[in-house]
């Protein structure tokens, strides 16, 4: 079945840093969704793409989804303590809207004050 | 509003025991869906549903049931509880299906011996 992949799994950086991550499938997804996980609590949704080729921030947060429509890239910039949590990928597997909503792995971030 | 709220917190079952983790939501959306979250594997679509009466299989269904007799209602069944079950289940909703938010509840840990 449609999978999607997440790398890198985790990441131990300083507080002020840049982060990139990426998601990729062999597949084309017609939507991309970037989800933040914070310890003991459920995912919350961070952006939402829906063309290829767009680019989209929320704060410090961008992404973008590949021209492709097989990847997705999340970016932070200059890392805070609070963006500790695991970054999902997530998207609906097939075309239409069946109502499946598939998640890569995660990554797992870290950021040392 | 309570949003997605999902009992119990936590629970253990002994092999081959039965139980019913509960989900409700009150915001009136059609898309259920369950999830289940090991470590380092990301969430894992177990099934989902598009409204009342409509049930679907997701990625990794099998050990698990479900119903959708309500719209506000989604509760989930293990039959005969392995210790493979044991894991973090989430349940979320959502208004529109993938590419609108997922709103999730905060999980049952649930522990097979």
């Known amino acids: 079945g449609q999978q999607l992949n997440q790398s890198p799994q985790s990441m131990f950086i300083q507080e002020g840093e840049d982060v990139s991550m990426n998601c990729t499938s062999s597949?084309?997804?017609?939507?991309w969704l970037w989800y933040k996980q914070d310890p003991g609590e459920g995912p919350v949704l961070l952006i939402a793409?829906?063309?290829?080729?767009e680019l989209t921030s929320n704060g410090r947060l961008t992404a973008q989804f590949g021209i492709t429509r097989k990847d997705s890239f999340l970016n932070i910039s200059a890392s805070i303590p609070s963006d500790v949590g695991i970054y999902f990928c997530?998207?609906?597997?097939?075309?239409?809207?069946?109502?499946?909503?598939?998640f890569g792995q995660g990554t797992t971030l870290q950021v040392k004050p | 509003n309570a949003g997605v709220t999902q009992t119990p917190k936590f629970r253990i079952l002994k092999i081959g025991q039965s139980m019913t983790l509960q989900c409700a939501q009150d915001?009136?959306?059609?898309?259920m869906y369950w999830y289940r979250q090991d470590p380092g594997m990301g969430l894992k679509l177990i099934y989902y549903?598009?409204?009342?009466?409509?049930?679907d299989k997701g990625e990794v269904p099998n050990g698990y049931n479900v119903s959708r007799s309500t719209t506000e209602d989604f509760p989930l069944r293990l039959e005969l509880a392995a210790p493979s079950q044991t894991s973090v289940y989430f349940c979320?909703?959502?208004?529109?299906?993938?590419?609108?938010?997922?709103?999730f509840g905060n999980g049952t840990r649930l522990t097979v011996t």
């Open positions: 979320a909703s959502s208004n529109t299906g993938a590419g609108s938010p997922l709103h």
């Open positions: 597949s084309i997804f017609n939507t």
């Open positions: 793409l829906y063309k290829a080729g």
């Open positions: 997530a998207g609906p597997p097939g075309s239409g809207n069946t109502g499946k909503l598939i």
């Open positions: 915001m009136n959306h059609n898309y």
């Open positions: 549903s598009v409204g009342a009466g409509i049930t």
